[in-house]
């Protein structure tokens, strides 16, 4: 397939992309107000409200909107102004969400080195006695 006959990337979520085309504080990964689901489906009733917090969830858990909220001192509503502040309890789950996520990471990376040098021994020691 060319390049120009390949398909577009998929959509993340529908629901998200929706809500980051209308609202600049969901496009900007700003701390949202609590609660700020609520006012989303006032706004915009035809949103199915599990798949809106389906799509609430995997934004608010993003290492982007976590980094962020874990640095803020206010969260905004829709219309981008103040809605509440981040709380040092907030800001600190955050960054332990953060650090056990890179740490989960950190060592499926060291699993897998260890387990492609350990394929790559196993490939010399099988090229070792094929030679004789």
């Given at each position: 397939?060319?390049?120009?006959?390949?398909?577009?990337?998929?959509?993340?979520?529908?629901?998200?992309?929706?809500?980051?085309?209308?609202?600049?504080?969901?496009?900007d990964c700003q701390p949202l107000?609590?609660?700020?689901?609520?006012?989303?489906?006032?706004?915009?009733?035809?949103?199915?409200?599990?798949?809106?917090?389906?799509?609430?969830?995997?934004?608010?858990?993003?290492?982007?909107?976590?980094?962020?909220?874990?640095?803020?001192?206010?969260?905004?509503?829709?219309?981008?102004?103040?809605?509440?502040?981040?709380?040092?309890?907030?800001?600190?789950?955050?960054?332990?969400?953060?650090?056990?996520?890179?740490?989960?990471?950190?060592?499926?990376?060291?699993?897998?080195?260890?387990?492609?040098?350990?394929?790559?021994?196993?490939l010399k020691l099988a090229e070792?006695?094929?030679?004789?």
């Amino acid at each position: 397939m060319s390049t120009a006959e390949q398909k577009p990337p998929r959509s993340r979520n529908p629901v998200l992309d929706t809500l980051a085309s209308s609202f600049k504080v969901i496009r900007d990964c700003q701390p949202l107000a609590l609660g700020i689901h609520k006012v989303i489906k006032e706004r915009m009733p035809e949103l199915d409200m599990q798949q809106l917090r389906s799509a609430m969830r995997m934004h608010t858990a993003s290492t982007r909107y976590l980094k962020l909220l874990s640095q803020a001192d206010a969260r905004f509503d829709l219309d981008g102004a103040p809605a509440g502040e981040v709380t040092a309890e907030q800001k600190q789950q955050a960054l332990d969400t953060l650090r056990e996520r890179f740490r989960k990471k950190a060592e499926q990376h060291k699993a897998e080195l260890a387990a492609k040098q350990h394929q790559e021994k196993l490939l010399k020691l099988a090229e070792k006695f094929n030679k004789h």
